[in-house]
């Protein structure tokens, strides 16, 4: 079956409605990064930019040495950020740095344990339980269970059989398991990710774990035909762990990294382990389980962008920008300012030479019901258009403008 993405270019820009809710609030993160078995140094900008465009943080980066080199030189100040992210598979940290990671999640610090870093650390206990799930190295039944979903019941499993295995890359469907967390609160049921590596098999100590969702690892190719883990929950001491298996990287971050539902998941999972809470809304453009949606640019819709694109709107284009519009006169309700700045915005739409006479007809849609004398005139004006002068012809009626 022939695949189908929604690529969302976002064009990056100051804007007076481009940032909906943005906080004030400003977290110090820290991504830990340096060593790894994917490319580290595509997936660390990634990280960094969706984490900061939520405005909730501001990122540091903690490059380890080389692989072989003197791990006694990498001791980050974990004490100084809310969050920690771990980007990380490579040669153990030194005690010291162990046990200053160990004081900053038991004394509440927040940590995001992103892709490979699941198999990071495979004969550090404390690490185990941190993290929640992990594979490959030398782990095996005796570093924990594996857990995972079976005809929708959790299953704990004790048998032994190797620990993690990647799947191929491809798009796969991701169920949300624990509906009433606030990472997965709102969330649809069933949404698709595009082009990632699905891990299976994963085990460990399994202690104050919730699986927030999973996908199935169907058995093409050997796969476990299980529903695994993919996104998760843990607590230890005070710290709060977000786990998250997806986001495999590639040149400039990738498929996987642009998935709408790997940046929302991410930035949710970051602000609950640093807070305890989500303040952020589930974005407009999260994919259902009809398509994947991607992000280019990894950044967020916003309502100058959602203009841009309408103009070259045609029937049987995806109606994301138009809806994405209706849904920020919505919020605007009551605000006569951001009423007339929005009708600015469709008056120049119907004025552009260039725009499609679909997408005039969609400005003349929502003229109809919300316009104002600004509108007027130019709306009089497409009555001369034979392609726009039924649509010109009733929004003046319903605008009760003779």
Known sequence: MKKTYFILLIITGLFVFSISC?????NKALIVTGQNNTDWGESTPVLKQILEQTGLFSCDIATSPAKGGDMRTFS???QKYKLVVLNYTGDSWSEETKSAFIDYVVNGGGIVVYHASSSAFPD??????ICGL????????DHGVCVYYLNNQVVIDTASFPSGRPGEIKDFEI???????????GLPARWMHAEDVLYSGLRGTAENLEILATAYCDTTGGGTGRDEPVLMAITYGKGRIFHTTLGYPEKGGGAA???????ATLQRGAEWAATGEVTQQVPFDFPSASGVVLRQNYETLTLENDFKNITS?????STKYITDIQSWIRDAAGDQNKLLSIEKMMVNVLRDSRATSESKRLMLRELSWMGSQYSLPVIKNMVSDPDLKEEAEFALERLNIK
């Open 22 to 26: 943005r906080k004030t609030n400003v």
């Open 76 to 78: 980050p100040s974990f």
């Open 124 to 129: 550090w206990k404390e690490y185990h339980g």
């Open 134 to 141: 992990g594979g490959w190295g030398s782990r095996t039944h």
């Open 175 to 185: 169920k949300s398991r624990n509906i009433n967390h606030p990472v997965t609160r």
């Open 257 to 263: 990294m642009q998935s709408v539902g790997f940046i």
């Open 313 to 317: 709107y045609e029937i049987g284009k």
